[in-house]
């Protein structure tokens, strides 16, 4: 489907990223080396790599079966592409800000390693001292991809395609690398002020679900939220295997965040397993004593949202202390998606009160329960430096990403138009739908766009109005 005119700007800009990365040629620098490099290690490291790129693909799969019918390609769309936009201002310029040579251990040189120059098979001392440094910055890529794509839950089903895209640079670049710099870089000052993120409590979730708030209110209400029409998913199935996808790949996630093959990762995999189970059970089970009947989309949330609260304390709790940490959890954010539904923010797929609130509740949990730091070993230091680097965070995030998302707005309009909405971000950004028209009889034989319940409908085997029978002959 052709659109109304030619955009020529993001193929100009790509075209010019090319170019960069064939001509610009920033002095060189010598690195220190590591170690040797470990043979183990490098297999890990390579199939925790792996498994951190698939739970983007499953995140689109998890929203994606959360939304209305009509959104469905869209919302799958918006976490899928970040593997290409992030993948290369990662190797533009991204891997540098966070990992590169630190300024006051606020940023990194921009030009360290621009263009992943001297990202290349030898070790690194400070970064990957056992195995390759382009493993590492490979690695830490997939971080960065999920991010942004964890954010477009709570605008979904009403923002421009393009302006996603701007958001999602700037997002990068401005909230994500500055946090991985703080946190993960040896010179980062939160890092040597000694919090723990052991996987991404701050960096990842911390940062998406503050900037998922910051998203929600400034697009504000869709029109069907504004009707208090019922919101029905498309395809819970979806939803479960994109649940399977992510506690799979999350095992890489915190697992691979040992950076060796060692006793911290095996201890990373249990407990980020207990922690999903433990939180989806305790959310399957709190919505039955509350009144409700224990539902596959609870399930699926709580176990996710186990996942995320054991992130950052993955490799530095027991399993025991991840059940708690996985429960306690579960009920919070529970309680927290029920308070926002009493409000008129319409986050859409609640990914504040999950993403944003779990990880919050995973890096209180882990100054308290971080094996010989946390309060339960007698240690306070720990755990009130959690709690200042919690609100820092959290200001960090939710400001930026606020202004973030008003420069957007200036330079390309957030919300699509009302017509767009009603049509859906599948017709109006895409051209496309979830199954085609020709399976789901989505065009009369005259080529006209049948009513989105006859297209329903089809799939659903569900029984027409007599007005819409009629419609679907013509």
Not at 267 to 285: P, Q, V
Not at 303 to 329: C, K, M, N
Not at 339 to 352: A, E, H, I, M, Y
Request: proline share 4%; glycine share 10%; charged share 10%.
């Amino acid at each position: 489907m052709l659109v109304k005119r030619a955009i020529a700007t993001p193929f100009l800009l790509l075209v010019v990223f090319a170019l960069a990365a064939l001509f610009v040629k920033p002095p060189h620098k010598e690195i220190a080396p590591g170690g040797p490099v470990q043979v183990g290690d490098v297999a890990w490291m390579l199939t925790a790599s792996a498994l951190v790129l698939l739970m983007t693909p499953g995140l689109s799969f998890f929203y994606g079966g959360m939304v209305g019918f009509k959104n469905v390609v869209s919302t799958m769309l918006q976490s899928v592409v970040c593997l290409g936009v992030i993948s290369l201002v990662w190797v533009g310029v991204g891997f540098s800000l966070a990992f590169g040579d630190s300024y006051g251990g606020l940023i990194g040189n921009p030009m360290t390693f621009f263009m992943f120059d001297g990202v290349n098979e030898l070790t690194n001392a400070d970064l990957a001292p056992t195995f390759p440094l382009i493993l590492f910055a490979l690695f830490q890529l997939k971080f960065a991809i999920i991010t942004p794509a964890l954010i477009t839950g709570s605008f979904a089903e009403r923002v421009r395609f393009s302006s996603y895209l701007l958001f999602m640079v700037l997002f990068s670049l401005l909230i994500y690398c500055p946090l991985a710099h703080w946190t993960w870089h040896p010179n980062g000052f939160l890092r040597k002020m000694g919090v723990l993120d052991f996987a991404g409590g701050t960096v990842v979730h911390m940062s998406a679900g503050l900037a998922a708030l910051a998203g929600a209110i400034i697009l504000g209400q869709r029109k069907s939220h504004q009707a208090k029409e019922a919101h029905v998913p498309a395809n819970i199935p979806f939803v479960l295997l994109g649940t399977g996808m992510l506690w799979f790949g999350w095992f890489g996630f915190n697992a691979g965040s040992a950076l060796a093959a060692n006793g911290t990762a095996a201890m990373a995999f249990a407990t980020t397993n207990t922690a999903s189970a433990a939180a989806m059970l305790g959310w399957m089970f709190f919505d039955w004593m509350r009144g409700h009947k224990p539902s596959a989309l609870g399930a699926c949330i709580g176990a996710v949202v186990g996942l995320v609260a054991i992130t950052p304390a993955a490799g530095f709790v027991t399993v025991r202390e991840s059940v708690i940490i996985g429960l306690a959890a579960s009920v919070i954010s529970n309680l927290a998606v029920s308070l926002r539904t009493k409000t008129s923010l319409d986050d859409t797929l609640d990914v504040f009160p999950c993403h944003g609130v779990g990880g919050m509740v995973g890096m209180v949990a882990t100054g308290i329960f971080a094996k010989d730091l946390g309060l339960a070993h007698g240690e306070t230091k720990t755990f009130l430096y959690h709690l200042v680097a919690l609100v820092i965070v959290a200001a960090y995030s939710f400001i930026g990403s606020y202004i973030l998302f008003k420069l957007t707005d200036m330079i390309i309009p957030l919300r699509v138009d009302h017509d767009q909405e009603e049509e859906g971000l599948d017709l109006s950004q895409h051209g496309e739908t979830a199954l085609g028209a020709d399976l789901l009889g989505g065009y009369s034989s005259n080529g006209q766009l049948l009513p989105e319940e006859i297209v329903v409908a089809s799939v659903t085997d569900q029984p027409l109005p007599d007005e819409l029978v009629v419609a679907s002959a013509v």
